[in-house]
């Protein structure tokens, strides 16, 4: 059981970026799947969430209107497009997968705003 993010790097101010969450050694499209990120000497918050079919979907304040969440379940991915980055999305991005019980953290993946 993995999930793997990748997509970070380094963009300026105002560019995009687009992450990706592959799952192995499960169905991803069984579970709802959210992106969280944590910068340094802060909490990890919740950036946006998809549940598992792919109807619903809830942002952090920060982000709506610039971040979409979506998902290819026949793919085994969710993705999270960045736009319009900020200085302030400076982060480490994490997926994790729940369900019921069950959830699973992905390594994370960096992304860095220069201004």
């Known amino acids: 059981v993995q999930l793997v993010e990748s997509g970070g790097g380094l963009v300026q101010s105002g560019g995009s970026l687009t992450l990706s969450c592959a799952a192995s050694?499960?169905?991803?499209?069984?579970?709802?799947t959210s992106w969280y990120r944590q910068a340094p000497g802060k909490e990890r918050e919740l950036v946006a969430d998809?549940?598992?079919?792919?109807?619903?979907?809830q942002y952090a304040d920060s982000v709506k209107g610039r971040f979409t969440i979506s998902r290819d379940n026949a793919k085994n991915t969710v993705y999270l497009q960045m736009n319009i980055l900020k200085p302030q999305d400076t982060a480490v991005y994490y997926c994790?997968?729940?369900?019921?019980?069950?959830?699973?953290w992905g390594q994370g993946t960096q992304v860095t705003v220069s201004s």
């Open positions: 994790y997968a729940h369900g019921g019980p069950l959830g699973f």
């Open positions: 050694g499960f169905a991803l499209g069984n579970f709802g």
């Open positions: 998809i549940t598992s079919f792919g109807n619903t979907k």
